[in-house]
């Protein structure tokens, strides 16, 4: 019986590099989903609920042939998930509140292939410098906080800004690749194997 198919259900570069290190190249089939909060939701139920929709919205019909990995990823402080600013003065004041705290990056994986549903969510815990209002102003120069939950790129000059991580750094850019093995053997797709001789 032939591998399924990986679809990964995420525009998101980053995620698609994090997979290429796992030696896969999936489909990239975005979803569209609307990831507005519910009112009084918490952090994890939304990055939970977001990630399952995704994996939902990409597997129609649902195959045995196709293995959908979906994720969502938030920054929570003060138990407050901090989306993608939506523009420089937001992610100046996301930036600052962050400055010389400890926050958490939580992520929900959600794989579907036929009718298996398989999830799992994963925390790391990140620790700030404190900022200057000079390094703020470098950094949103940049560029890299525009796009990005929490206003920062771990994988990029936003590492300058971190002074301690307690758990899966990939999980902080946006897909934690143990977790992701896991789930993915789970599902029937044997990453990290060698090529059959």
């Known amino acids: 019986m032939a591998e399924p198919r990986l679809v990964l259900a995420s525009g998101s570069p980053r995620r698609a590099e994090l997979l290429a290190r796992l030696g896969c190249t999936p489909e990239i089939r975005p979803a569209e989903v609307d990831e507005t909060p519910l009112v009084g939701e918490v952090p994890l139920d939304l990055v939970v609920r977001l990630a399952e929709a995704k994996a939902r919205a990409v597997q129609q019909p649902p195959t045995d ?4 990995l979906a994720a969502d990823t938030t920054v929570v402080l003060d138990g407050e998930s901090l989306g993608k600013p939506r523009d420089d003065t937001e992610a100046a004041g996301m930036l600052r509140r962050l400055s010389g705290r400890t926050h958490e990056v939580l992520t929900a994986l959600a794989v579907h292939r036929g009718q298996q549903r398989l999830a799992t969510t994963v925390t790391t815990r990140v620790r700030f410098r404190v900022l200057t209002d000079r390094e703020v102003a470098w ?4 560029g890299e906080p525009r796009d990005k939950a929490g206003a920062y790129a771990l994988q990029g000059a936003g590492a300058a800004l971190v002074d ?3 758990g899966s750094d990939t999980n902080v850019i946006g897909l934690p690749l143990a977790a992701t093995v896991l ?3 789970h599902a029937g797709l044997d990453v990290l194997a060698p090529p059959p001789a």
């Open 65 to 68: 042939e196709v293995v959908v």
């Open 139 to 142: 950094y949103l120069a940049t």
């Open 164 to 166: 301690h991580l307690d």
């Open 183 to 185: 789930l993915l053997r």
